[in-house]
């Protein structure tokens, strides 16, 4: 069994007490790896490594910089496949799926490694004998805390940005699926970085996530993972008051109006809801049907999920894996007997396979619930997992006011022929990304970030880029 090491100041190591945990395979529960149990002195080895390699690598030219991360992302690219192997086996992702997310991290590094040369200065015309400009510089030492479900592809998004424009970086990977951000260790080590100036520490996220959040080393926290977390983050960032970028949950709705294409939101409901096993972000949590053609909705995506292929994460085939771990098991099931005792009705799935060898993992199959209503639970908070929820509404009014009504604005989309009125709701949708006619398209262009309790800034794009930078005013006197 492969026992992995942390990336500190650029050599491979074991946690400063030696101490190990176990990865588990959750389609068959048995452990495949050990990884390094980092704790509070492994975060002050790594920041202190990091802070060490700023002066040399924000010193460096930006083509220069952006040269580097660019490489990163050619080599990945030439390893997709076995990074996708060892997604499938760590996080039970369908190898067709990982082979995506692990493309997804090759588009986002070297979409930032180009985005960073864009990123402009001005001069602000204050009086013809002084120039006042402003410029970017980069933030300082960030710490990039990463959540399980996509690991590798955040890593590209927030390590791609960060590097990009001269920041160096402590990189926290989940403790249930850190392999393969342990071993993009292998391809760091590859281009020539200054030591320090990427560090990968492993380990609980009470200890390695709460440990960096309060470094008074780190200047920049940029974190994906739930809301509750990004709280507790914000909470311990402010005793040094550090930039923060949060990416965080969402219960995102849904909505088909009368003339929907009903086929065609159907189709896209079922891979949206279904795909690595609901366990995404803009994921939809609730479906806002209007009462004419709710029954032929709710047929149609019954229909649709029955096609979507559960097993074996190794098999191409296989469209759907099992949850994560056996605790994010338990807490999908949690929700799943709240709405059948909270009275929603139960029209597929809610359970586990029982066939061997599916048996062992930890599945949940596809599930849908009709008859929910807008204050039970499953429709007010995050399942995360491949559960649809539906509602009906009666007007589009009321519709508006229902979707709105949730802590969360991360996404929502309106299914309608008509784009006029589908631009009518996307301006009174209180959320950081409307969708028409479609739902969980996320890609390196594009500005993601939610609204109220779902975060604060942005991911992707230029305006991504730039959470990674400070503005700094330079007044030129030009009489003296
Ligand atoms: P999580 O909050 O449990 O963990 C995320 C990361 O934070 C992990 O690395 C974890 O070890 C660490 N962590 C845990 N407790 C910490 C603490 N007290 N201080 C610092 N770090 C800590 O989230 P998760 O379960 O890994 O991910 C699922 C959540 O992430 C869902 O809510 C999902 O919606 C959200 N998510 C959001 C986006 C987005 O772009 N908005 C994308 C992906 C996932």
Redesign the pocket.
């Known amino acids: 069994m492969d026992t992995y090491k942390m990336w500190i100041g650029g050599a491979y190591c074991d946690a400063e007490s030696g101490k190990t945990y176990g990865v588990t395979n959750p389609a068959t529960g048995e452990e495949i790896a050990r990884a390094p149990l980092g704790d509070r002195s492994d975060v002050d080895k790594a920041v202190d490594a990091a802070t060490r390699a700023f002066p040399e690598w924000s010193g460096k030219s930006q083509q220069e910089r952006s040269a580097t991360v660019h490489r990163i992302a050619a080599l990945l690219k030439e390893r997709v496949e076995e990074f996708a192997r060892l997604d499938a086996l760590d996080h039970g992702t369908p190898v067709s799926t990982a082979y995506h997310m692990v493309g997804g991290a090759v588009a986002n590094l070297d979409f930032n490694s180009q985005g960073a040369r864009t990123i402009m200065s001005d001069v602000i015309p204050i009086r013809p004998d002084a120039l006042h400009f402003f410029h970017r510089e980069p933030v300082g030492v960030c710490a990039l ?6 690991p590798l592809t ?1 890593v590209g998004s927030k390590l791609g940005a960060a590097l990009s424009l001269g920041n160096t970086c402590v990189v ?5 699926d850190s392999l393969t951000t342990l071993k993009f260790a292998e391809i760091l080590d590859q281009v020539g970085l200054p030591p320090g100036a990427v560090n990968i520490v492993t380990g ?3 200890t ?3 440990a ?2 309060a470094h008074p080393g780190v200047d920049l926290i940029s ?8 709280k ?2 914000m909470a ?1 960032a402010s005793g040094t008051v550090k930039r923060l970028v949060l ?4 219960k995102n709705p849904f909505i088909i109006l009368d003339d929907a294409d009903i086929d065609l939101a159907a189709q896209k409901a079922m891979t949206s809801q279904l795909r690595n096993s609901g ?4 994921s939809p949590g609730r479906y806002y049907v209007s009462e004419k053609r709710h029954d032929e909705f709710v047929a149609k995506l019954i229909q649709a999920m029955n096609t979507f292929r559960v097993g074996d994460p190794l098999d191409p085939k296989t469209n759907m894996g099992p949850m994560v771990s056996e605790e ?1 098991r338990d807490k999908v099931e949690y929700y799943i007997r709240c709405g059948v005792e909270e009275g929603a009705k139960l029209v597929l799935g809610g359970m586990r396979p029982t066939e061997p060898p599916f048996d062992k993992g930890f599945y949940v199959m596809p599930t849908i619930f009709t008859g929910v209503t807008q204050n039970m639970k499953i429709a007010r908070e ?1 399942i ?1 997992g491949p559960v649809a929820c539906v509602l009906t509404y009666k007007s589009e009014d009321e519709v508006i006011g229902l979707a709105n009504d949730n802590v969360y604005g ?1 996404c929502a989309s309106v299914w309608t022929r008509d784009t006029v009125k589908a631009t009518g709701f996307a301006k009174k949708l209180r959320a950081g990304t409307i969708y028409i006619n479609d739902h969980l398209t996320i890609g390196p262009e594009m500005p ?3 609204f109220r309790q ?2 604060v800034g942005k ?1 992707n794009s230029v305006v991504g880029l730039e959470e990674y930078t400070q503005l700094k005013l330079i007044a030129l006197e030009l009489t003296r």
């Open positions: 805390i990463i959540p399980w479900n996509v955040m926290k990977p989940p403790s249930i609980p996220g009470g390695v996530g709460t960096l959040a974190f994906t993972g739930s809301s509750e977390t990004g507790d983050i311990k990416e965080l949950g969402g366990q995404i972000c803009a994010h995050e995360f991360l993601w970030g939610g779902s975060g991911e």
